[in-house]
């Protein structure tokens, strides 16, 4: 019985975990995703400068300037044509929660003096509208050389902590049905022996007080009996 249960709980917890590392991976931009995206382009920190905005659809989250080939088999208007630093920005993006970051000049346009935002800082705020691709559900990935390769660590960040901790709550709550049952089974068994005993006591007192009345008509009848003799023998003697 306790080996089943501890089976049932471990199943448990592990199709729990594996829906939430699955939910969260597609609901998050990852390196190597093509995603649809909205953003909007500041010219200062405080995000009042609007330089430019619209959606972008297909954006490929990669390095470089080149979609992979199995990427494009999928979605074949998949574009890389984006600023270094503008697809890191998206990597680690919720699908629908905006998120802002900022590219400095010197990783913006600064190698091309004819440009019009050439030596400027840029503050972009996206959103992921769509992930397109996810890279996540192919057997190839990519990699980067940049220290935004990894959007999702394995260890640390919230969602990691919403997942262990929904985990351990999955846990507990399995091991406090089972103990809540257990006991209950427990109070069951302890009352039907006290119910048990119980009958067994309240039948030996009914059946002590049943030959007791059979005494006391016993006794009744003797003494009535008695009685009928001394009046006849009182009887015959005044004769």
């Given at each position: 019985m306790f080996s089943r249960k501890v089976v049932f709980i471990t199943i448990l917890l592990s199709f729990y975990l594996n829906v939430s590392i699955y939910a969260t991976a597609a609901s998050t931009a990852n390196w190597g995703d093509v995603v649809n995206v909205y953003y909007e382009l500041y010219l200062d920190s405080a995000y009042s400068n609007l330089k430019e905005q619209g959606p972008i659809s297909n954006v490929y989250l990669g390095p470089g300037y080149a979609v992979p080939s199995y990427v494009l088999e999928v979605v074949p208007d998949a574009n890389a044509?984006?600023?270094e630093k503008f697809k890191e920005g998206i990597v680690g993006a919720t699908v629908n929660q905006p998120k802002a970051f900022k590219i400095n000049a010197a990783d913006g346009y600064a190698n091309d003096p004819t440009h019009e935002l050439y030596g400027a800082d840029l503050y972009f705020r996206i959103t992921v509208t769509e992930i397109v691709y996810d890279a996540s559900a192919n057997t190839t990935t990519t990699t980067s050389t940049t220290s935004t390769t990894s959007s999702k660590p394995l260890i640390?960040?919230?969602d990691t902590l919403v997942i262990l901790g929904g985990g351990a709550l999955v846990l507990l709550g399995g091991f406090g049905y089972w103990s809540y049952r257990s006991s209950r089974s427990m109070r069951s068994a302890m009352t039907g022996e006290r119910?048990?005993?119980?009958?067994?006591?309240?039948?030996?007192?009914k059946e002590k007080d049943q030959l007791k009345e059979l005494r006391e008509l016993t006794d009744s009848m003797r003494s009535s009996e008695e009685l009928s003799e001394e009046k006849e023998v009182k009887f015959r003697r005044r004769r």
């Amino acid at each position: 019985m306790f080996s089943r249960k501890v089976v049932f709980i471990t199943i448990l917890l592990s199709f729990y975990l594996n829906v939430s590392i699955y939910a969260t991976a597609a609901s998050t931009a990852n390196w190597g995703d093509v995603v649809n995206v909205y953003y909007e382009l500041y010219l200062d920190s405080a995000y009042s400068n609007l330089k430019e905005q619209g959606p972008i659809s297909n954006v490929y989250l990669g390095p470089g300037y080149a979609v992979p080939s199995y990427v494009l088999e999928v979605v074949p208007d998949a574009n890389a044509g984006f600023l270094e630093k503008f697809k890191e920005g998206i990597v680690g993006a919720t699908v629908n929660q905006p998120k802002a970051f900022k590219i400095n000049a010197a990783d913006g346009y600064a190698n091309d003096p004819t440009h019009e935002l050439y030596g400027a800082d840029l503050y972009f705020r996206i959103t992921v509208t769509e992930i397109v691709y996810d890279a996540s559900a192919n057997t190839t990935t990519t990699t980067s050389t940049t220290s935004t390769t990894s959007s999702k660590p394995l260890i640390g960040g919230v969602d990691t902590l919403v997942i262990l901790g929904g985990g351990a709550l999955v846990l507990l709550g399995g091991f406090g049905y089972w103990s809540y049952r257990s006991s209950r089974s427990m109070r069951s068994a302890m009352t039907g022996e006290r119910s048990s005993s119980f009958s067994r006591q309240e039948r030996i007192t009914k059946e002590k007080d049943q030959l007791k009345e059979l005494r006391e008509l016993t006794d009744s009848m003797r003494s009535s009996e008695e009685l009928s003799e001394e009046k006849e023998v009182k009887f015959r003697r005044r004769r």
